[in-house]
């Protein structure tokens, strides 16, 4: 028993030891093939880079990779090291100070084109993540693709996207309330005395439902008519966004209208007048009119003063 005890604190030191190796070793590589790239030996460092077994250096592996790649002239290669990055880390930005300007420039374009995708992967991510009950997990996931759906240009903007944002917007609040049930704290209670038999107990409808009830079919536009911006002359120079969260009563009229996150002070109260106006097909559960809840998120170009 002892000699078998010996040999296994023998074995973990071991692979502490190689574990620890490994890491330099890959240090040691990185170093070596930013050296060869410096020295213009880019091949070399490809082939240095390649070598690199390490997840924690991935973005700077593919990123000094597309360094070799753009040396070589490969600038459809150089994109797909980046797009690698991209995915991994949508909020990611190349310092200016440590990179080239061509290949920060590079890694902005490929940004642009690839945020979209990283978006729905982050989306897919997080609502695993939910479905399987890890509500903090699963709510960080939801911000980050808000945050990258965010930064997406006005020009890539899709419908997509937009219902998108309004799952990921819906069930980051449905995640931290689950969060909230789970650390509330619950009060101590005798069990209560065992009753009779009764009449089965009718389920109580919630206040309102969203996109997260499958079983509802959500409400239709009938009329949206967004308010013209009118500030175009005083307005600063970039592309509002704000989110109306909506309640829509049984008969397709919106009951409650809240601005959760402003478009711009002197436009939103134009905003939240109009809204009171809308009307829609109301959202319908097994047959019968409900409430339901609607998250609309608002883009504006001052540029083109057209609504998004």
């Known amino acids: 028993m002892k000699t078998r005890t010996i040999t296994l604190s023998g074995a973990v030191v071991l692979m502490v030891v190689c574990a620890s190796h490994g890491a330099r070793a890959n240090q040691e590589m990185l170093a070596s093939a930013k050296t060869l ?14 070598a690199i077994q390490n997840s924690e250096l991935a973005d700077a592996v593919d990123t000094y990779k597309a360094l070799c790649l753009l040396g070589l002239g490969r600038t459809r290669d150089a994109e797909q090291a980046l797009e690698l990055v991209v995915i991994r880390k949508p909020l990611l930005m190349l310092d200016d100070d440590e990179y080239s300007p061509r290949v920060v420039a590079l890694f902005r374009d490929v940004r642009k084109k690839a945020l979209p995708v990283a978006a729905q992967q982050l989306y897919s991510n997080a609502r695993s993540d939910y479905d399987n009950k890890k509500y903090e997990a699963a709510a ?3 911000k980050q693709a808000l945050q990258v759906m965010a930064d997406i240009g006005t020009e890539s903007q899709t419908q997509t996207l937009a219902d998108l944002k309004e799952l ?6 449905l995640a931290e309330a689950k ?5 509330a ?3 101590a209670a ?12 009718a389920r109580i409808a919630p206040a309102f439902y969203t996109l997260a009830d499958i ?3 959500p409400p239709v536009v009938m009329s949206q008519q967004i308010p013209p911006w009118t500030f175009t002359p005083y307005a600063p120079n970039r592309v509002f966004s704000g989110t ?5 009563d049984e008969k397709g009229s919106v009951e409650t209208v809240t601005l959760s996150d402003p478009v711009w002070p002197p436009y939103d109260l134009a905003l939240l007048q109009a809204a009171k106006r809308w009307q829609y097909q109301p959202a319908v559960r097994q047959g019968t009119p409900v409430k339901f809840k609607r998250i609309l998120v608002i883009n504006i170009d001052p540029s083109t003063q057209r609504p998004r």
């Open 215 to 217: 079983d509802v079919t």
């Open 140 to 142: 960080a996931g939801f």
């Open 244 to 248: 109306l969260e909506l309640v829509i």
């Open 37 to 50: 790239y410096e020295s213009a030996s880019y091949e070399a460092a490809l082939s240095e880079l390649s």
């Open 168 to 173: 990921s917007s819906g069930f980051a609040t």
């Open 190 to 201: 005798t069990p209560p005395p065992a009753l009779a038999p009764s009449a089965p107990v």
């Open 185 to 187: 704290p619950r009060a």
């Open 179 to 183: 969060i909230a049930a789970q650390v």
